[in-house]
């Protein structure tokens, strides 16, 4: 793997731990009364941002692979 890759990988980690943070400190904000639409939203944004899934260079499915 390339240092390129890897610092691919890093922004990767870090928008997804980011995106995570977003939807817990809005959820706690929210007094967790829009969770479901919450939830929409940052899979919505992740699919648009290519974060989607489990993390970086760990599919969650085998044909990912």
Do not use: C, W
């Not at 959820?27 to 967790?32: I, L, Y």
Request: aromatic share 4%.
């Amino acid at each position: 793997m390339g240092i390129f890759d890897r610092f691919k990988d890093h922004a990767k980690s870090k928008g997804k731990d980011m995106s995570d943070t977003a939807e817990r400190d809005v959820n706690e904000k929210t007094g967790n009364k829009y969770t479901g639409q919450v939830d929409d939203a940052q899979q919505r944004i992740e699919g648009a941002t290519g974060l989607e899934g489990g993390r970086p260079g760990r599919p969650d499915r085998p044909d990912q692979r």
